[in-house]
């Protein structure tokens, strides 16, 4: 099992429509990878490591797919329309992206 | 429910005992915090975003717990000891942390 993590980062004025990307974004990445994406989920950040630190991401998500083969198979067709989904005016788009082994 | 990421960047020659933080590190995390800890998962960092690129992160954690409070009262009376427990020979010590709300 694979993830692949998209991490946007809390840049000052970062915008990020939380309601958008996970009731929209989110389920069209869904619907374009199909089985390929097993499950995903979203967060929100709230806050950074210490009391009073502003959170280091603003929005994550986390896509399961059982390999990175997977993944590129399932996400490659569908980058162009998935990307063209968010614009800076609703998300900030230049997100950090990971890729992980689930190790426990 | 929130999520505390600990994400430890993938710096040029940073070591990560991958074995030990699966199998000593999180598991002592896991003891102090009891029921504070509902469940925790972590992340071996295996590539970047695009092709060829290096992980973002080289190993990760997330702590799920009720609330921020929760998480607090959990950890922070054992915060010196989980901390002592890792060592820059191990495991890089400047992780970024964040906390976030699961959105869905």
Redesign the interface.
Known sequence: M??V???YPNTAGARFD?EYY?NKH?PLVKARMGDACKSY??????????PGDP???VG?CHIFCDS?EAFQAGFGPHAKEIMADITSQTIPTS??????????
Do not use: C, E, L, N
């Open positions: 694979i993830k993590s998209v991490m939380h996970r989110m989920t979203v967060d929100k950040g709230i806050a950074g490591g210490a959170a280091t991401y994550m990175i997100p950090r992206s990971s890729r992980s082994a689930k190790s426990s």
